[in-house]
């Protein structure tokens, strides 16, 4: 059987009829910028966070950007950000002129140590941007307890965290603002390129209204020098309709992982993911950790199963950061994650048949 990563396809199946119903009602209305579909989801998705305001913006990329500008973080400060994410993280930091700080992973979460944040504190540095990765909120509480202590802003990037509970608390909560992506392959994922930033702070929401609008309230009333990252009206009411099945479609995610935990855990030397107590993850990859990993992937390549690297390489060591000066062994958990970590297929939308070949077959790499 061949079982491919993520089938996405099956997402539009599954609500056909509501996303073809969205997509009329959308093109039916002639309102193709911003509009009231903008403004139902925004409130929706507020709601879901359990937060005050929700702003559309274009991507993930940008939400973070935007959030980070519209603090007046730029050239001469310091953003504490992890040393293991995907490169969209390092990259809003620079967009806004300000210095990325990369902090090491802890290993067993794959997210930020807490632990060593308080060290690389300056004088110069304004926020700390932990991320919930793979789905597994960061540790917050230490977080947000050194930004109180020191006068820092926390950010979130909740990219890969959408229903994601730390402690009974929804992400997009946890700090003074989160910044979210609904690429299709979210958890949350839109037909197209989508973003949203989530906060309590009512003068950051109205900042980044302004921001995200070309700097403007009133059509050629120009404020500030803004940008242009709205959320487009369908991508707007496709997420609407995918909204309210998220919370289901991360049960069955959750159930992929339990079968997961449970057939894999007595593979020798393969790490399985961990989830510390008060913790709810939403599963948004299944990631192992081997260090034959590259061997293993081959292995279920050759036998029709598709895997994922999340993420090869890591940004220190990108081409696009190479002026930073860093060099293999600068941070070296994030060097072995990058090593030995592969992502197994996970979606609400994988059958037992198709995960039953995915454990089947490794557990042969492994017992053969």
């Given amino acids: 059987m061949k079982v491919t990563f993520l089938d996405l396809g099956k997402t539009y199946h599954e609500l056909q009829n509501d996303l073809d119903e969205a997509y ?3 093109m039916n209305s002639g309102w193709y910028i911003l509009s009231n579909e903008v403004e139902i989801f925004e409130k929706n998705f507020a709601t879901y966070c359990g937060v005050k305001h929700c702003i559309g913006v274009g991507n993930g990329l940008d939400a973070l950007h935007l959030i980070l500008r519209a603090y007046e973080i730029g050239l001469n400060d310091e953003v504490i950000i992890p040393a293991n994410t995907y490169i969209a993280t390092w990259l809003a930091v620079t967009y806004s ?3 990325p700080i990369p902090i090491e992973p802890q290993l067993h979460t794959y997210n930020m140590d807490p632990k060593r944040v308080k060290e690389k504190i300056t004088s110069k540095t304004r926020a700390i941007m932990p991320v919930h990765l793979y789905g597994l909120t960061a540790d917050m509480d230490p977080l947000v307890d050194l930004a109180n202590e020191y006068g820092l ?8 965290a959408h229903g994601a509970l730390y402690k009974g608390k929804k992400a997009g ?3 003074n603002a989160a910044g979210w992506s609904f690429y299709p392959t979210k958890n949350l994922g839109a037909f197209g390129d989508a973003g949203a930033i989530t906060t309590n702070d009512d003068q950051l929401a109205d900042r980044i209204r302004l921001l995200r609008n070309y700097g403007s309230r009133k059509k050629y009333y120009n404020e500030v020098k803004g940008v242009n990252s709205r959320l487009d009206p369908i991508q707007a009411a496709f997420l609407s309709v995918k909204l309210k099945h998220l919370d289901e479609w991360n049960k069955r995610r959750e159930s992929v992982a339990d079968r997961y ?9 393969l790490v399985l993911p961990v989830v510390p107590e008060g913790y709810q993850p939403v599963w948004h990859q299944f990631i192992v950790r081997h260090p034959l990993r590259d061997t293993l992937r081959d292995y279920l390549l050759q036998n029709g199963i598709e895997t994922l690297i999340h993420y090869p390489i890591p940004p220190h060591l990108s081409e696009a950061y190479s002026d930073l000066g860093y060099q293999t062994g600068s941070f070296p958990i994030t060097e072995e994650c990058a090593a030995t970590c592969l992502s197994l297929p996970i979606s609400p939308h994988i059958d037992f048949q198709q995960q039953n070949t995915v454990i089947q077959t490794i557990r042969n790499f492994f017992l053969t």
């Fill in 173 to 175: 909560g946890l700090g």
């Fill in 97 to 99: 002129g300000a210095r």
């Fill in 153 to 160: 802003i926390v950010i979130e990037d909740a990219a890969q």
């Fill in 24 to 26: 009329q009602r959308v």
């Fill in 261 to 269: 935990l449970n057939r894999l855990a007595d593979l020798p030397g």
